[in-house]
Structures are given as C-alpha cells and as structure tokens.
C-alpha cells in the first residue's frame, strides 16, 4: 500500500512553454502533498505545499507565479512549471501524506525536466 | 526549526565491512526522523523512520539506526556492505507536519 505515481518520468520541452507533472496517490487519500525540487548532486528542498482545496503554500523564495500547484483532489496534486527556462531543468518530487498518523509520507519516483 | 547535518559527503566501504553514515539534527519539538536511500534518476526509499517508539530502529536491508536524545543524533548502521548499497543516502527531520527538511546527503561507494 501508499503507494503514489508521479507522471511523466522525464520530460524535454523548450524554453518558454510551460510542463505540467502530476502527483498521485494511488491506495490513499492524501490530503497534504509535497514538491520537492532536486538538483545534481544536492539533497532536496521543498518547495511547496498543498492542501486539497486550498491554496498551495510555498517555501521562501520560490515563484508561485512560476511554480503553479493545484491539489484539485485527495489523490491528485499537479506541478506546472510555466515559461520554463533552463534554469528550471532539475529533478521533481512530490510526496502525499495521508490524513492519519503514519508521521511518515510517501515518494513519488521524481520527474526530470530538461529545458532545452 | 528543524535541520539535520550529516557528517561526510562522501563515504567509501569494502564489501563486507561495516557502513556508518553520520546523521544529527535540531529540533524545538520531538522529531520524527528518516533514513532515505535514492538511486540515480529514481526517487526516494524510505530504508527506516523514528516516530518516538524504540530508539534502536530496524529497517529494510539490514539497516538499522539508534536515536540518541542527548547526542541529537541518529546514525544509520550496516553490519556488512553489499554493492547493491553503493548509492546516496539522505537523513530527514519532520514535526507532525509530513514536511521534511533534508540533510545534504552521503554518496556511499562500495569497494570490491
């Protein structure tokens, strides 16, 4: 069980168009999810986090505006990295957290996003 | 505040020897504590998690760490290295919020 898919695994898209990654648990309802950015070489830090049906807060000195996350539903928070840039090229992921206390949530396998 | 610091960026065993990865961290509140392992380009695995029950915690292939209240740490231990455990290894703090803050990291290597 706990079990949470992140799609797609990979992605290349050009500078300036926007990437949407999303976020599943599968056998849960989460109701906090978490994005976590990566990038070569680094630990994670977190950017933001996101509540179904409410706004996602975000970590300091991250972009909402460019960062976009919507937790639409208990199993589906969705990441949309807009004008992306080559900067923005890093390794996504996300975790969910169920409403109960398992005091632990649960990774998705990560999106590596190339902007080219 | 939460953080962890995890002594050693870099850490190299011979196959069959003991692997100790160094974690210690700051909390204002009991903190739940997390050893996770990530294989290139692939996600997180949780290998072990402290939630404030035994201090000596078991996990899965043949880790095990001890949470030391008056030491602030919790060292992740193997007995015995495998290859297959040539990988990086982070230490993670969280409240009861699921929001983990991340130590920097250990890349272990594994000599034949």
């Known amino acids: 069980g706990a079990v949470v898919s992140q799609h797609p695994s990979w992605v290349i898209c050009k500078s300036g168009t926007s990437v949407k990654i999303e976020c599943r648990s599968l056998d849960f309802q989460a109701t906090t999810m978490f994005w976590y950015r990566q990038f070569p070489k680094q630990s994670l830090m977190l950017m933001a986090t996101?509540?179904?049906?409410?706004?996602?807060?975000?970590e300091q000195g991250v972009e909402k505006d460019k960062f976009l996350i919507n937790h639409a539903s208990l199993t589906l928070s969705t990441l949309t990295v807009t004008s992306a840039h080559p900067e923005d090229s890093s390794f996504y992921i996300c975790?969910?957290?169920?409403?109960?206390?398992?005091?632990?949530?649960?990774f998705g396998q990560g999106t590596r996003l190339t902007v080219v | 505040a939460q953080s962890v610091t995890q002594l050693g960026s870099h850490v190299s065993v011979s196959e069959g020897a003991l692997v100790l990865l160094r974690c210690n961290y700051s909390s204002s509140v009991p903190p739940y504590l997390f050893w996770y392992v990530q294989y290139p380009n692939q996600g997180l695995q949780l290998l072990l998690k402290y939630t404030s029950a035994a201090t000596l915690v078991k996990g899965i292939n043949g880790f095990e760490a001890e949470f030391k209240k008056s030491e602030t740490s919790f060292h992740l231990t193997k007995p015995s290295a495998h290859m297959s455990d040539a990988a990086e290894y982070f230490c993670?703090?969280?409240?009861?919020?699921?929001?983990?803050?991340f130590g920097a990291g250990t890349t272990v290597t594994v000599r034949a």
């Open positions: 975790s969910a957290a169920m409403s109960t206390g398992q005091a632990e949530a649960f």
């Open positions: 993670a703090v969280s409240s009861n919020d699921y929001k983990l803050s």
């Open positions: 996101s509540n179904e049906g409410s706004k996602a807060t975000y």
